[in-house]
């Protein structure tokens, strides 16, 4: 796999939304300044213009099929993943993903991965988890103990299981299901709640818990409509205190055919609201020249910072069941000129 050239679409997304909640001193000031990490703080100076520098690609010794989700521990990696055996069939039927819950495709059939593995993308271990119809895992994410790892069934409106996975033993151990497909979700570890993203990220997830023992339950569901569109998220991670660090994509029809737009988004998971966003105008090839098509962010992503005012990004995106772990190195305040 090559890296790809930025390609600029010309799309000036970047924004900043502080808006105030009535009665919240803190958003009354804006964003609270200790609610930050060093990620959430370095993402926050990120933009359009952000210059972002190939560092390498990291060919990977086991088929990966179709990635999902990443996460970085130290010098290790995880990565969901995909393995349709079998694809699904549409019947006719349409929904809009949000408030129309109706099954529009068959089941289809496959297997639900992690797969473990380190810097020089050798597998140090896998665990499946596929049960039945729901063999598709999503975005996934580490709480600092597990791993959580949601698996759905291949189509919108369906339904899911939400994993709680050892990183060290990769033991997985079912917390609940959903009736819904999720696609990534996140362990909000500040009043620990779960908070996930449905196909497409058109239904924003809040989950409550109660805790027994050892025994972690559910105590309450709740979803409010995503009110961004531009792209819908793929995978997600937990940042500072109650922030969601969201990368996606979505295809877009031109007269010149069809353009993927690939972003990141930072999410107040307080409120439910956008509260940074950035293009990321980079594409993968595959060995052709890149095509517009296959956006960098179009699956597992992982950032971090450097130290030097820079952050590292880690990506894993295929079209052909066999992903290379792809780096750059994101420098906010650049200019593309």
Same mark, same amino acid.
């Given at each position: @796999?090559? #890296?790809?050239?930025?390609?600029?679409?010309?799309?000036?997304? /970047?924004?900043?939304?502080?808006?105030?909640?009535?009665?919240?001193?803190?958003?009354?000031?804006?964003?609270?300044?200790?609610?930050?990490?060093?990620?959430?703080?370095?993402?926050?100076?990120?933009?359009?213009?952000?210059?972002?520098?190939?560092?390498?690609?990291?060919?990977?010794?086991?088929?990966?099929?179709?990635?999902?989700?990443?996460?970085?521990?130290?010098?290790?990696?995880?990565?969901?993943?995909?393995?349709?055996?079998?694809?699904?069939?549409?019947?006719?039927? &349409?929904? $809009?993903?949000?408030? $129309?819950? /109706?099954?529009?495709?068959?089941?289809?059939?496959?297997?639900?991965?992690?797969?473990?593995?380190?810097?020089?993308?050798?597998?140090?271990?896998?665990?499946?988890?596929?049960?039945?119809?729901?063999?598709?895992?999503?975005?996934?994410? #580490?709480?600092?103990?597990?791993?959580?790892?949601?698996?759905?069934?291949?189509?919108?409106?369906?339904?899911?299981?939400?994993?709680?996975?050892?990183?060290?033993?990769?033991?997985?151990?079912?917390?609940?299901?959903?009736?819904?497909?999720?696609?990534?979700?996140?362990?909000? /570890?500040?009043?620990?709640?779960?908070?996930?993203?449905?196909?497409?990220?058109?239904?924003?997830?809040?989950?409550?818990?109660?805790?027994?023992?050892?025994?972690?339950?559910?105590?309450?569901?709740?979803?409010?409509?995503?009110?961004?569109?531009?792209?819908?998220?793929? $995978?997600?991670?937990?940042?500072?205190?109650?922030?969601?660090?969201?990368?996606?994509?979505?295809?877009?029809? &031109?007269?010149?055919?069809?353009?993927?737009?690939?972003?990141?988004?930072?999410?107040?998971?307080?409120?439910?609201?956008?509260?940074?966003?950035?293009?990321?105008?980079?594409?993968?090839?595959?060995?052709?020249?890149?095509?517009?098509?296959?956006?960098?962010?179009?699956?597992?992503?992982?950032?971090?910072?450097?130290?030097?005012?820079?952050?590292?990004?880690? #990506? @894993?995106?295929?079209?052909?069941?066999?992903?290379?772990?792809?780096?750059? $190195?994101?420098?906010?305040?650049?200019?593309?000129?």
């Amino acid at each position: @796999m090559k #890296f790809a050239p930025v390609l600029a679409l010309g799309l000036a997304l /970047t924004g900043y939304m502080a808006t105030s909640l009535a009665g919240d001193s803190e958003h009354d000031r804006g964003h609270s300044k200790n609610r930050d990490n060093k990620t959430t703080t370095l993402f926050r100076l990120m933009g359009k213009n952000t210059v972002w520098t190939p560092v390498k690609s990291v060919a990977v010794n086991w088929q990966t099929f179709h990635t999902q989700g990443l996460v970085k521990i130290g010098d290790t990696f995880y990565v969901s993943a995909v393995e349709v055996l079998e694809g699904t069939v549409r019947n006719g039927a &349409s929904t $809009d993903s949000l408030y $129309d819950f /109706t099954l529009d495709r068959s089941t289809g059939n496959g297997r639900g991965w992690l797969f473990k593995f380190n810097e020089a993308g050798e597998l140090l271990g896998k665990v499946e988890l596929t049960d039945g119809s729901k063999y598709h895992p999503g975005g996934i994410d #580490f709480d600092g103990k597990f791993l959580w790892v949601p698996v759905a069934e291949y189509r919108p409106n369906s339904n899911s299981n939400i994993f709680r996975v050892d990183p060290k033993t990769l033991k997985a151990e079912k917390i609940f299901s959903e009736a819904d497909h999720i696609g990534g979700i996140v362990h909000n /570890t500040h009043d620990d709640t779960l908070h996930g993203v449905s196909w497409g990220s058109r239904r924003l997830y809040t989950w409550e818990l109660s805790r027994r023992g050892r025994d972690t339950k559910v105590r309450s569901s709740d979803w409010v409509p995503n009110p961004q569109f531009y792209i819908d998220y793929q $995978d997600c991670h937990y940042q500072g205190v109650a922030y969601m660090l969201c990368g996606g994509v979505q295809t877009y029809s &031109s007269p010149k055919g069809n353009v993927a737009l690939g972003g990141l988004e930072l999410l107040d998971l307080r409120r439910n609201r956008l509260e940074h966003q950035v293009p990321v105008n980079l594409f993968i090839d595959e060995g052709a020249g890149p095509t517009g098509t296959l956006a960098l962010t179009h699956n597992a992503f992982w950032l971090e910072p450097l130290g030097n005012g820079s952050m590292r990004g880690y #990506f @894993m995106t295929e079209t052909d069941n066999q992903a290379e772990l792809v780096i750059y $190195d994101a420098t906010p305040w650049g200019s593309s000129d």
